[in-house]
């Protein structure tokens, strides 16, 4: 028997199977009806832990609270009822009218509409087989079955929250050299802006600076263990707020007149004026004015030619370059 002889009698013999034992997919559900307890056991106390924060009209206040759960472990037994419905819309029927290989289907779609692709001859099969699986619908959803089991629970059964305890707040800024202690009274503990940088606390947790800038806090305990790890505070969801935004445009001018006043003791102020007009305020430059660049940065670093710290220097000067540059723009105002 040639091959495509062999391939039609297995498709013939498919689809007169398909069409007897029906084509209909069900979606079988469970459901709780009934549950019994079989044990209770004391299992374990835990403490949970919580921190917030949020700004005031003086400073940044922190609330903490923490919690001691007791558990227990519960047996029980569950019963469940088993139902059958069908499920017309999910492609779980292998149609094979659709290619030449078996592909799945929603129910409708291979029964009423794949038929077509072969002008209609297949409705020889999928008729029957809409007839088995509409006179076997009542008897399979009416079919339901049960089952139980046995499972184990671990449970909060008892919360008792700690009353003042005896922990701290570690707040820390790499970047300024910032790493302080302060102590919770209360539950909470209120830190001012007076002894923060209203700038970097502004735009901490922005992925536009460098992450030693950003201030991270964690809760110790009393020898220092960490109860909360460190975490970033997140500056940017306080972006809306006037008085914040106010103060750290104030602490940003502050450190910029400080930077500047640093500057103009390590560089010729001349020769920064000359840098920015080649460098942005990102350190770059065009590739034309390289050499005139190259003769601005000898010029500022000459100490340090040929050592390891030349490299260093050249950075300290680009910075001082876009300090200068923010400074003599803001002098320089326009009057009428």
């Not at 460098?210 to 809760?219: C, L, R, T």
């Not at 920015?276 to 010029?299: A, C, H, M, P, T």
Request: net charge neutral; glycine share 4%.
């Amino acid at each position: 028997m040639p091959i495509w002889n062999k391939i039609a009698a297995l498709l013939l013999v498919s689809c007169l199977w398909t069409a007897l034992v029906g084509c209909l997919p069900y979606i079988k559900t469970s459901s709780l009806t009934s549950e019994k307890e079989l044990t209770r056991i004391p299992d374990q106390t835990k403490s949970e832990f919580l921190i917030d924060y949020r700004l005031t009209a003086n400073g940044l206040l922190f609330n903490y609270s923490e919690t001691q759960v007791t558990y227990e472990k519960v047996k029980k037994e569950k019963e469940y009822s088993i139902s059958r419905s069908p499920d017309t819309s999910s492609k779980k029927v292998s149609c094979v009218f659709t290619r030449d290989t078996l592909e799945a289907e929603s129910y409708w779609n291979c029964m009423l509409f794949q038929p077509l692709r072969i002008m209609g001859l297949g409705y020889a099969f999928t008729i029957p087989a809409m007839l088995i699986d509409l006179i076997s619908l009542p008897f399979v959803v009416a079919f339901s079955g049960s089952k139980s089991e046995t499972t184990e629970e671990v449970i909060p059964t008892k919360k008792k929250e700690i009353q003042n305890p005896k922990v701290k707040l570690k707040l820390q800024n790499e970047g300024i050299k910032f790493d302080k202690t302060f102590a919770f009274k209360d539950g909470t503990v209120e830190i001012p802006f007076s002894k923060l940088d209203a700038n970097l606390l502004w735009r901490s947790n922005d992925e536009t600076v460098s992450k030693i800038f950003h201030y991270y806090y964690s809760v110790v305990d009393s020898s220092g263990t960490e109860v909360i790890p460190m975490e970033v505070f997140n500056g940017l969801k306080f972006r809306d707020d006037k008085n914040f935004l106010a103060l750290a445009t104030k602490d940003f001018e502050k450190a910029k007149q400080t930077e500047y006043t640093k500057c103009s003791r390590k560089f010729s102020l001349d020769n920064i004026r000359d840098g920015y007009k080649y460098f942005e305020d990102s350190g770059l430059f065009l590739r034309e004015n390289e050499l005139v660049v190259q003769v601005i940065l000898n010029r500022a670093c000459y100490n340090y030619r040929g050592t390891d710290s030349f490299d260093d220097c050249v950075d300290d000067f680009k910075s001082c370059v876009s300090t200068a540059r923010y400074i003599d723009n803001k002098n320089n105002q326009y009057r009428k």
